[in-house]
Each structure stands twice: as C-alpha cells, then as structure tokens.
C-alpha cells in the first residue's frame, strides 16, 4: 500500500517555578532522580515529613533540594503527594495539557479497517474553538479486488475538550474513488468515482507534551452511479501532534 512518509518532530520546553516553594512529604517517601526522567538514576529518598524546596520545572518534573542540600529531580505525581505550609496541596502546573487545549492546527495519522480491507489515513484540522475543528483526510484502502482513496472533509465536535480523555462527533463529506485491479482491468472494468457521506464518533486521549491517541468509528455512505446507497463501515486507531 502506497502512503506518504511522515516525520514528526517533537520539541521540549522548560518551565520555570516563579519562586522557590517549601513543601512537605506526606508519603512513605519519595524517589529523587539525578535529572528530568525516569530513566535518570534515583540517588536518595526523601522520608515522610520532611521537608524540601521545590526550585524549578522542566517537563513535568521538579526539582528541589532538602534541608540538608540535596538537590535532584522529583515527577510531578510525586510532587502532588506533598503538602505546603498551610496543609494544602501542592498546585502542579500542567503547561502540556494547557497547551493541548489551546492548540491551533493537529496533524494525524490512522492504520485500521474499512469493511474487510485494511487501510492507512492522514489528517490535517484547524482548531476553530475548544469545541469545534475543521478536518480534511486521505485515506488509501487496497482489497484483493481494487484500490479505494477517499477525501473527506469534516465538522469536529468535542463535547468536553477540558477532559484529558474526552469524545467527539463528525459529519462530513466526500469522495471515494475505486480502481479495480488489473485483472478486473482487462476484463472491462472502469475506475469509478462516487460521492460519500460520513457521520463518526471518536474519543481522544491526551498523552504528553504534543501528542494525543485517537480511535474513532465511521459510518461511510456512498452514492453509487445507479442511484442507490452503499453503506461501508471504518474503524480507525492512530496518534495526532499539535501544533
């Protein structure tokens, strides 16, 4: 199956903590890193009631130092285990998710299922409001008997775009054009080209940084030459990056 191929790049940003900020573990204890990753080391462990400096942010990690002037990276589930001096919680800033929501333009890619034949899609959308997206698609089907490419464009509705995990609706319109194969070919049959009505449902996972995973149903319509409808059901998985 031919597809266009896509790289992606992902960039990082550091985020820094205003002013240093004491708090207090409340936890049996917390693991303390030697930088912004688990895959960073943990070198010591910060015991229930103690108290530590929360300095900076860097990718949902901080870092602080404890009273006895170690210093190191903690994650931010960590973080939200640990009370200020006024025994509320520590505030964590999620600046990724924060993002998410204000994102402008998202770009994803799709592997699944139209009927019985596996196909790939590309999508591009244009955020319009927190609730509502334009979207354009190409998605490229191959079945034993022909090759399908379908164009669509679509409305986005996402009923509650605050909730990391959260679902949306779509209604759009389109083409899809049929190739047979070449066997088909020779035998007389003709590339055709039929109008396409779509109405979907979907949910959206934000994952971190720019990225967020997508599956979504479709209920595809064609309008065939003879006038009647051919209905095509897709089931769809991929990943999008905003930008």
Do not use: C
Request: charged residues 20%; aromatic residues 12%; glycine residues 6%.
């Amino acid at each position: 199956m031919r597809l266009i191929s896509l790289a992606l790049a992902l960039l990082i940003s550091s985020v820094a903590i205003a002013a240093e900020v004491q708090v207090k573990v409340v936890e049996p204890y917390a693991d303390m890193h030697t930088g912004p990753a688990s895959e960073y080391p943990a070198f010591h462990a910060v015991e229930r009631g103690e108290a530590i400096t929360v300095m900076s942010s860097h990718t949902g990690w901080y870092k602080v130092r404890t009273a006895r002037g170690i210093e190191g990276w903690i994650p931010g589930s960590a973080l939200a285990k640990t009370i200020l001096q006024d025994d509320k919680t520590f505030p964590i800033d999620d600046k990724d998710f924060d993002a998410f929501q204000q994102r402008l333009f998202e770009f994803s890619v799709f592997a699944g299922r139209i009927d019985n034949t596996n196909a790939l899609s590309v999508n591009t959308a244009w955020i319009i409001t927190p609730n509502i997206a334009a979207e354009a698609s190409l998605t490229q089907a191959l079945g034993e008997f022909s090759e399908n490419r379908l164009w669509l464009v679509r409305l986005q509705h996402t009923a509650f775009p605050q909730w990391r995990l959260s679902p949306y609706f779509t209604l759009g319109a389109g083409q899809i054009q049929t190739t047979p194969t070449a066997t088909l070919v020779q035998s007389g049959a003709q590339t055709r080209t039929n109008d396409l009505l779509e109405v979907g449902v979907g949910v959206r996972y934000y994952l971190i940084k720019q990225f967020s995973v997508r599956l979504e149903y479709k209920r595809l319509t064609a309008l065939t030459e003879r006038d009647a409808f051919e209905e095509l059901n897709q089931w769809q998985l991929g990943f999008s990056v905003f930008f």
